[in-house]
């Protein structure tokens, strides 16, 4: 479909810009007057065709959360300048940089244009926009309130990205040494202790342990090296397939939460995702069944959706947030004090509020901390490798050199 750029005036006599698609160009200035624009010029917008285009649509990007975020807060400045929804996201989809939301909000323009509302348009590309985030559009879109939603998502959406890059910064460092073991794992295996083996084979002496098993894994290791790296293709592939599976994708976020040091910042991290959700489930007037069912959904955990889904059921028989959330055995005291707070009080969504900026601060510190807690563990890696070398390798050339001596 051909691309138009365009200038028209707003309803206050604003100066617009941008470029919509259509069929032609009567079509073009049909949906700008039917959003509210009175078009000044239309012109035809020259796409170049080329192999490289070719090449970049057989890679499409992602759409990652810092797109997501500056999309919800250009659509809340827009709707807040009162910039009718089809003006907004056409223009939206002629300027953005990534080429896979640009198409998806080409896209969403053509089923709004079909006469669906904007939430059931976002929801045919879950790829991109998730059920809370459609969920909560949807809220907006009833409620009359869809600028202050996208101002709520962004702000979301923008937290989620910082603890991300937070821990992935935290990670980076003992990423990069378990590498730099690995390596030198590898390199002492394939071609420092065959020089000391050919060596030890000379004097035809009495070997010690430690010494006989790095040669044994020498040998394996260089005999054996196909089969070897066949068994751990296949050993990753079916890890990947269970992990992927109903079964494996549980208990792999259930046993996440219980590794040492990460387990507790990635609990932590899951609360605060919680609470600050169902803070903004509860603030955007969704009913407490519902929005626990979208909560659920939006944790990224099957461990904890679970548990959540269990309140869900829980209230729908009747019985009270806090006592639900209590038998679900998942969420601190600190949690369950504030929901029977709020329950009393009426005000569950702002002291849900506070309960997940405290998170916030304590994933920060866990964070921080976190680094300096793995050092230890790499520490012990390193000095069980320096000691297995020691007594394996240097032991018996001490031992080769007094015979030589003698």
Do not use: C
């Not at 624009?37 to 020259?46: A, H, Y």
């Not at 603030?283 to 869900?312: C, Q, W, Y």
């Not at 866990?366 to 680094?371: C, D, G, R, V």
């Amino acid at each position: 479909m051909p691309a138009f750029q365009y200038r028209a005036r707003g309803q206050r006599g604003d100066a617009i810009e941008g470029v919509i698609e259509a069929a032609s160009s009567d079509l073009a200035a049909t949906r700008l007057i039917e959003g509210g624009l009175t078009p000044v010029d239309i012109r035809v917008v020259e796409q170049k065709v080329g192999m490289s285009t070719d090449l970049a649509d057989l890679f499409p990007p992602r759409v990652t959360l810092i797109d997501l975020v500056q999309f919800s807060r250009q659509m809340h400045s827009l709707l807040k300048a009162g910039v009718p929804i089809l003006s907004a996201l056409s223009g939206l989809a002629a300027s953005l940089r990534n080429r896979t939301l640009a198409k998806t909000l080409a896209g969403v323009v053509e089923q709004l244009e079909a006469g669906r509302d904007f939430s059931t348009a976002l929801s045919r590309y879950p790829e991109v926009f998730s059920v809370f985030y459609v969920s909560l559009v949807r809220v907006g879109e009833t409620s009359g309130r869809l600028q202050e939603v996208f101002r709520q998502l962004a702000a979301y959406l923008d937290r989620e990205k910082k603890t991300r890059d937070q821990i992935r910064s935290a990670m980076r460092y003992p990423s990069v040494v378990l590498g730099a073991i690995l390596v030198a794992v590898v390199v002492i295996n394939v071609f420092v202790v065959p020089a000391f083996s050919a060596m030890f084979a000379r004097y035809d002496a009495e070997l010690p342990l430690p010494t006989r098993v790095l040669i044994g894994m020498s040998d394996l290791t260089i005999n054996h090296w196909q089969l070897l790296l066949a068994g751990g293709v296949v050993l990753f592939a079916a890890t990947r397939m269970y992990v992927h599976s109903d079964t494996g994708r549980y208990q792999w976020h259930k046993l996440k939460l219980r590794l040492p040091v990460v387990g507790k910042v990635l609990y932590q991290a899951t609360l605060a995702r919680f609470t600050r959700l169902f803070a903004l489930v509860q603030h955007s007037g969704i009913p407490i069944v519902t929005g626990l069912t979208v909560v659920a959904k939006a944790l990224d955990n099957d461990f904890i959706e679970e548990r959540v889904l269990t309140m869900r059921d829980g209230i729908e028989r009747g019985e009270s947030l806090s006592n639900t959330a209590a038998a679900t055995g998942v969420f601190d005291h600190l949690v369950l004090q504030m929901l029977q707070v709020g329950e009393a009080s009426g005000a569950t969504d702002e002291l849900l509020q506070e309960i997940a900026e405290y998170y916030d601060d304590e994933v920060e510190y866990s964070i921080q901390k976190l680094s300096s807690a793995i050092e230890p563990v790499l520490t012990v890696v390193l000095a069980a490798i320096v000691f297995l070398l020691a007594t394996g390798i240097f032991l018996p050339m001490w031992d080769l050199a007094k015979v030589a001596l003698h």
